[in-house]
């Protein structure tokens, strides 16, 4: 079974720098997506980033960005010149693409980082 | 806004009743996936329906069931319920063609109380 595990429960960091969220994962499938989602107090989920196993290029979404290990099954969210807006929970979620074998778009989602960015 | 509708926003109810909480996909959308965010679970994958058929079970109680309608939407009933059922309840919908990467877009969420 595919696990997600984010170590961080909460994280502070200034307005203006720079702050790495930490995922990993467990998983033997080796077709599959990770994503970064945010959720603002609000409680909107939004997806902030999506990288494919099958590319070994890092993505990238302003100032967003992951690096990707996938000997390593670590996939961790860089967020560059840090706005008081990225104020959320972030959640760091795995899936892999339905198929004829049973595979199915599920979401399984890690705990969740708390990110607080102080003025 | 991802397109989703999801109603009622709120829903504030007593142990042991059913409730029924409703979600409309995407236009154009064929699979809709319900979650539940509680603070003992966490944000954990309950059901998907692709097309009206289900397709895969996640950790729903069996007091819980959903179905997809012939025009896409979905419902999910909550029954016997207990005060451990009081979390935000997401819909998702993707178009969910297989092999290719299909986003999910997420509704705004009902939030049951059970008191």
């Known amino acids: 079974a595919q696990t997600v595990t984010q170590s961080q429960p909460e994280m502070s960091v200034q307005e203006a720098e720079t702050v790495t969220l930490s995922c990993t994962y467990d998983t033997s499938e080796s077709n599959y997506y990770l994503f970064w989602y945010k959720q603002p107090p609000s409680r909107q989920m939004i997806l902030v980033i999506r990288q494919e196993a099958y590319k070994q290029q890092n993505a990238t979404e302003n100032r967003f960005s992951v690096n990707f290990q996938k000997a390593a099954k670590s996939f961790s969210l860089k967020i560059s010149d840090s706005q008081l807006g990225d104020t959320a929970m972030y959640f760091c979620?795995?899936?892999?693409?339905?198929?004829?074998?049973?595979?199915?778009?599920?979401?399984?989602f890690g705990t969740g980082t708390l990110l607080a960015v102080q003025p | 806004d991802s397109g989703v509708t999801q109603t009622p926003k709120h829903l504030i109810t007593a142990t042991g009743q059913r409730v029924t909480l409703r979600c409309s996909p995407r236009?154009?959308?064929?699979?809709v996936y319900w979650y539940q965010q509680s603070l003992d679970q966490g944000l954990q994958f309950l059901i998907q329906y692709y097309n009206g058929e289900e397709r895969a079970k996640g950790n729903i109680l069996e007091r819980f069931s959903a179905q997809q309608f012939p025009d896409l939407h979905s419902e999910l009933n909550l029954s016997s319920l207990e005060l451990g059922d009081s979390a935000l309840y997401f819909c998702a919908s993707s178009v969910a063609d297989r092999g290719i990467y299909n986003e999910q877009f997420f509704g705004p969420g009902t939030r049951l109380t059970v008191l």
């Open positions: 236009s154009g959308d064929l699979s």
């Open positions: 979620a795995f899936m892999t693409p339905m198929n004829y074998g049973g595979a199915t778009n599920k979401l399984i």
